[in-house]
């Protein structure tokens, strides 16, 4: 991060601005793969099913 210019007066209204913007799309991205981790959880859970019904099926074969 480049050093900030005194000479320029500190806008601190933009910098609020910045950062809630900022916050909102990382909050929305959370979002977003929170919801991807819940759908591989539920396909790994399904794939766990799967295999130990193959596997029951297998040994009574």
Known sequence: MMPRDTDEPFDHAATGVRLAAE???????????AEAIDA???RIEA??????RLRRTSATE
Not at 47 to 52: F, G, Q, T, V, W
């Open 47 to 52: 794939l766990s099913l799967a295999l130990s």
């Open 23 to 33: 916050a909102a799309l990382l909050e929305a991205r959370a979002g977003l793969l």
């Open 40 to 42: 591989v959880d539920a």
